[in-house]
């Protein structure tokens, strides 16, 4: 399985601050990238797609950048909800089939 | 729609024990995933069904791991005999591709996830 990275954190940050997330993929035919948030004992829910141009969900910004590898996501006026782990995700050719390979999420903490 | 169902939420088991997790997808979605997850590895993808045919089960740890997917609407993962080092949540995903396996875009549905104890 092809390996996807992310710095475990924590993030910790105060309401209102901007933080900004990194993963590095190592598998230069990877198609399709994601970043799906997951809050404590539960299950991972899908945040956003990461299109080539970056893309932009209100206070989410998502941004690829293939000749390095690595997706970003950047977080602006953080709020309390926010607080979760992030994971980052990538769809590479396996044998034929796009599969969805996770890191193994960073971390994050809002506090008031 | 009432989202990917699994069950147990929970299993308290002895090691040695046969256990079988269940998950009901989502109906109309044609690809199931199986996951693992431990804080020491993260979520691991233990194997895939397209059309209820297992794809790629590279990802299960060892014999004692099986999967089923008898139809569109049931898939079981069972440990024969269970060991400590099984204790992980389990997640079932299901997603939706006009041709199983080649989508790009598509997103995943997880379940609830199953939460295993093996003492």
């Known amino acids: 399985r092809k390996e996807v990275e992310q710095d475990p954190g924590p993030f910790n940050v105060p309401e209102g601050a901007t933080v900004a997330f990194n993963c590095t993929y190592s598998?230069?035919?990877?198609?399709?990238f994601f970043w799906y948030r997951q809050d404590c004992r539960k299950e991972p829910k899908l945040l956003m797609s990461?299109?080539?141009s970056g893309n932009e969900d209100g206070r989410f910004t998502a941004q690829l950048n293939r000749a390095s590898q690595y997706i970003s996501l950047l977080i602006r006026d953080s709020k309390l909800s926010d607080s979760a782990t992030y994971l980052c995700v990538v769809k590479g050719p396996e044998g034929g089939s796009y599969i969805p390979t996770f890191g193994r999420g960073t971390s994050l903490i809002v506090h008031p | 729609d009432a989202g990917v169902i699994q069950s147990p939420r929970h299993e308290v088991t002895e090691m040695g024990q046969e256990v079988t997790l269940r998950c009901k997808p989502i109906s109309g979605h044609n690809s199931l995933f199986w996951y693992r997850q431990t804080m020491m590895r993260g979520l691991e993808l233990l194997i895939y069904?397209?059309?209820?045919?297992?794809?790629?089960d590279s990802g299960m740890p060892e014999d004692r791991f099986s999967a089923k997917m008898p139809n569109a609407s049931f898939s079981t993962l069972k440990i024969q005999p269970s060991e400590p080092r099984d204790s992980a949540v389990y997640f079932c995903?299901?997603?939706?591709?006009?041709?199983?396996?080649?989508?790009?875009?598509?997103?995943?549905?997880f379940g609830s996830g199953t939460q295993l104890s093996v003492l």
């Open positions: 069904f397209n059309n209820n045919v297992p794809i790629d």
């Open positions: 990461v299109y080539s």
């Open positions: 995903a299901s997603s939706y591709a006009h041709v199983p396996g080649q989508g790009r875009r598509e997103k995943l549905f």
């Open positions: 598998n230069s035919a990877s198609q399709s």
